[in-house]
């Protein structure tokens, strides 16, 4: 059993930082990728980034391209998310996922994913 569990979540002021995490726990873990979703009050998960886990290639939504960073620790089974540039509409429960083991693909839908974290909580100040 793996358990997906994020940290680093805050409260920032718009224009500033944060960097958040997520850890995979269990002995066998193993993935295609690793996503960050995100879910703002009454609205739907949407999909942040996700990374392809034996490359690093990263992908990212339109909306925050060129702000975050999502970077993976093979040796750590952790991937990161480096937010900059923060804006009060980035707001929202972040939740890592990975899709099922043995998948071979990573899609842009929550449906795409089935072990999920708990969510950590980013809030943005005006």
């Known amino acids: 059993q793996v358990e997906l569990v994020e940290s680093g979540g805050g409260l920032v002021q718009a224009g500033g930082s944060l960097n958040i995490s997520c850890a995979a726990l269990?002995?066998?873990?193993?993935?295609?990728?690793m996503a960050w979703f995100r879910q703002a009050p009454g609205a739907e998960r949407e999909f942040v980034a996700a990374i392809r886990w034996s490359t690093g290639s990263p992908y990212y939504a339109d909306s925050v391209k060129g702000r975050f960073t999502i970077s993976r620790d093979k040796d750590k089974n952790a991937v990161n998310l480096q937010m900059s540039s923060l804006k009060p509409e980035d707001t929202a429960t972040y939740y890592c996922?990975?899709?099922?083991?043995?998948?071979?693909?990573?899609?842009?839908?929550?449906?795409?994913?089935?072990?999920w974290g708990q969510g950590t909580q980013v809030t943005v100040s005006s």
């Open positions: 269990g002995s066998s873990f193993s993935t295609y990728a």
């Open positions: 996922a990975a899709p099922s083991a043995g998948t071979e693909y990573y899609g842009l839908r929550s449906y795409d994913y089935d072990r």
